[in-house]
């Protein structure tokens, strides 16, 4: 087992790539901030399968954060998931310092219109500007032939492909199916601010969206009616602090009043201060979400 290659700076990506590219070998490209968990490890697979090189970037943007959140103690652990990335055959992590990818004077920022008008574009004000800008520069300094995000971030993932294609940036965005525990819960490193008494409730949210996504798949498509059962599914944990639960057009991440393309039923909702999201596909009949991978009804 070789050690992956750690690269820290701009120049060195630059370097490091260089021969790759030369040769005509797919870069693939998996984004994280670190702490990484199976449901990472599952989108550097997917790259490994269909690309030469893998990169993976290691940095906690604190573009993306706001006011009171959680960025001093987000979790950090470097060389756990360097070590976790090895035996998988990963090229090179990307781990710059904030100096490297916002330099003083910076002063340039991206954003998308309208995906981000509602979920958490609505509920964490700036924090797609900081997603939209880190994402661009990283596309442009890794220029990857493909990038892997996942599924439980799903208007992220919508948002970075529309801003690939608005840019005309020639990466293949794939969004991966959530990975979740057994009992449901969907993988993020935030689940590790779970005390125990509190991991064990909260499952509780996929269970609520699961139960919209039964009524659904028995015929109903009104999507007032589904996003009520979705919340009288929440509200029999009161632990669980609704921020929001939305219907929305997977296109578009506009609201539907009837599901008659495909959907994405979201939450957000916070458990003594550990915010947690995810959300389930709602795909009628003959229809299917393009480009996302064994992202079916279920």
Known sequence: MRAVRRLVTVEEVRSALRAARAGGRRVGFV???GALHAGHLALVRASLAECDVTVVSIFVNPAQFGPGMDLERYPRDLAGDEAQLAPLGVDFTFAPAV????????????????LTDLLDGASRPGYFRGICTVVSKLFQIVQPDAAFFG????QQAVVIRRLARDLDLSIDVRIEETVRAPDGLALSSRNAYLAPADRAL??????ALADARALFEAGERDARALVARARAGLARTPELAVDYVELVALASMQR????????CLAAAVLLRGTRLIDNLLLL???TQAPGMRGAGAR
């Open 202 to 207: 909260a499952p509780a949210l996929y269970r």
């Open 99 to 114: 100096g490297e990818m916002y330099p003083p004077g910076f002063a340039t920022w991206v954003e998308v219109e309208g």
């Open 31 to 33: 984004p994280t901030m």
């Open 256 to 263: 539907l009043e009837r599901v008659d393309e495909p959907a």
């Open 151 to 154: 599924q439980k971030d799903i």
């Open 284 to 286: 009628p009949p003959g």
